[in-house]
């Protein structure tokens, strides 16, 4: 079974400023896939960003990247010139290869305030 | 532009009837669809995979007579939520994967009131 840990209830920060969300995860497999996902207050979930276990790489998407430490099974994403739109709920999520269901973890609250 | 449909978006009830949701893959014959059910301020729980042709397969301590699954289609899985007592008022938000595809597409979430 996968497990994902998110230690951070809440977090604020300033529009332009950077901000980083921790996540640990659990797993005994081998190959597996990473998410961050955005529920903004519409709750409709939104694909932030993903990496495959396999990949040594960081993946970015524009503002967003990730620190990927697989030894360390730590996930963490990193949101560059924060903008108000990005006040949401992120959720870190796993993925094993042989399943299709998401493990997520309790979820971060971001504010983003001007 | 969306390919996972759910509909209604809200449906308020009263309790001991029931209510039927569904979810539709709009650009892709889903095999797999799954359920989950988000209370406030939580994080999504899985409660079943919605298996095309056979039967649903059930998270530990979802009651399989209180959730009906249907996936009669490669597009369409429904969840019948039946008896509905207020305890079961929730968010109720279905997904789909696939294709060349890893990540989860979900729909827009179905907020359940039992009245």
């Known amino acids: 079974a996968q497990t994902v840990t998110q230690s951070q209830p809440e977090m604020s920060v300033q529009e332009a400023e950077t901000v980083t969300l921790s996540c640990t995860y659990d797993t005994s497999e081998s190959n597996y896939y990473l998410f961050w996902y955005k529920q903004p207050p519409s709750r409709q979930m939104i694909l932030v960003i993903r990496?495959?276990?396999?990949?040594?790489q960081n993946a970015t998407e524009n503002r967003f990247s990730v620190n990927f430490q697989k030894a360390a099974k730590s996930f963490s994403l990193k949101i560059s010139d924060s903008q108000l739109g990005d006040t949401a709920m992120y959720f870190c999520?796993?993925?094993?290869?042989?399943?299709?269901?998401?493990?997520f973890g309790k979820g971060t609250s971001l504010l983003v305030t001007p | 532009g969306a390919v996972v449909s759910q509909h209604p978006s809200w449906v308020i009830c009263k309790s001991g009837t029931s209510v039927k949701i569904e979810c539709r893959s709009l650009?892709?014959?889903?095999?797999?669809m799954f359920w989950y059910r988000q209370f406030p301020k939580q994080s999504l729980m899985l409660m079943a995979t919605s298996n095309e042709g056979s039967k649903a397969t059930y998270e530990q301590g979802v009651e399989k007579d209180k959730f009906l699954i249907n996936h009669a289609s490669l597009t369409l899985s429904t969840l019948t939520v039946t008896s509905a007592h207020p305890e079961d008022s929730s968010f109720y938000i279905c997904?789909?994967?696939?294709?060349?595809?890893?990540?989860?597409?979900f729909g827009q979430g179905t907020r359940l009131t039992v009245v």
């Open positions: 650009d892709f014959q889903a095999t797999t």
């Open positions: 990496q495959e276990a396999y990949k040594q």
């Open positions: 999520a796993s993925r094993s290869n042989s399943g299709y269901a998401l493990n």
């Open positions: 997904s789909r994967t696939g294709g060349m595809n890893t990540e989860a597409f």
